[in-house]
């Protein structure tokens, strides 16, 4: 198990920065796929950006190259660097954990969310 704790929302301009926090209960080297979904009112939560153990990094194409995901595995920590905002970005930021203790087994965490809204 994990718990994640979000951070770093708030209220931004578009064309803004932000950089999100997730901090992790354990260390996070170990644990298979770390990312970002979010849901804006309305909508389905959606992936935003993941990034797995190894390092291979996953992004919408909605937020290619404007946004950035890291980790520090010291910390136990993923972040979200998130550039050139836009209003469409507007929406509450779900940190993810995915544990896969055996083959074909996924187990899902959840942080609590953190609102990003972007005003135009």
């Known amino acids: 198990q994990v718990q994640l704790v979000e951070s770093g929302g708030g209220l931004v301009q578009a064309g803004g920065s932000l950089r999100l926090s997730c901090a992790a209960s354990?260390?996070?080297?170990?644990?298979?796929?770390m990312g970002w979904y979010r849901q804006a009112p309305g909508n389905e939560r959606e992936l935003v950006a993941t990034?797995?153990?190894?390092?291979?990094?996953n992004y919408a194409d909605s937020v290619k190259g404007r946004f950035t995901i890291s980790r520090d595995n010291a910390k136990n920590t993923v972040y979200l660097q998130m550039n050139s905002l836009k209003s469409e970005d507007t929406a509450v930021y779900y940190c993810?954990?995915?544990?896969?203790?055996?083959?074909?087994?996924?187990?899902?965490?959840w942080g609590q969310g953190t609102q990003v809204t972007v005003s135009s």
């Open positions: 993810n954990a995915k544990i896969s203790p055996m083959y074909g087994t996924v187990y899902n965490y």
């Open positions: 354990r260390s996070i080297s170990s644990i298979n796929a």
């Open positions: 990034m797995t153990s190894g390092s291979v990094r």
